[in-house]
């Protein structure tokens, strides 16, 4: 059971913000394989660097099987990512229609940019 978010914005951590700002987006303009790597951009990078070292490290050292193994990881790591994304947008629309979008924009604080208010 997962606890209730809270009903006023400052309560909401920069986690949850980021989330439901990326749930808000994506209600309008459907998230694409592409926008969802463009949103773990700076993740990806971060494990190509990291990565690319070790297994530079590695092949410095002659040390191959270790090099065709950090690559394996790496490489699963990706393809678990690729699974992940393809997962969700295939549930996308499942998802956008049980989100309500007044209490979404009351828990970001203001209302969607360019949306029309009655």
Same mark, same amino acid.
């Given at each position: 059971?997962?606890?209730d978010?809270? $009903?006023?914005?400052t309560d %909401?951590t920069? +986690?949850? !913000? @980021?989330?439901l700002g990326? &749930?808000?987006a994506?209600? $309008?303009v459907p998230p694409t %394989?592409?926008a +969802?790597? !463009? @949103?773990?951009?700076?993740? &990806?990078?971060?494990?190509?660097?990291?990565?690319g070292a %070790?297994?530079g490290l590695?092949v410095?050292r002659?040390?191959?099987l270790?090099?065709?193994?950090t690559?394996?990881?790496?490489?699963?790591?990706a393809?678990?990512?690729?699974?992940?994304?393809?997962r969700?947008l295939?549930?996308?629309?499942?998802t956008?229609?049980?989100?309500?979008r007044d209490?979404?924009d009351?828990l970001?604080?203001?209302?969607?940019p360019?949306?029309?208010r009655p």
């Open positions: 059971m997962t606890p978010l809270p $009903d006023h914005p %909401l920069p +986690l949850q !913000r @980021k989330a990326n &749930l808000r994506f209600l $309008d %394989l592409g +969802l790597y !463009r @949103k773990s951009l700076p993740a &990806l990078a971060i494990m190509v660097v990291f990565g %070790l297994i590695c410095v002659e040390q191959w270790m090099a065709c193994f690559a394996g990881i790496f490489f699963g790591a393809v678990r990512d690729l699974g992940t994304f393809r969700t295939r549930i996308w629309p499942a956008a229609a049980v989100i309500d209490r979404l009351r970001l604080g203001e209302p969607e360019g949306r029309d």
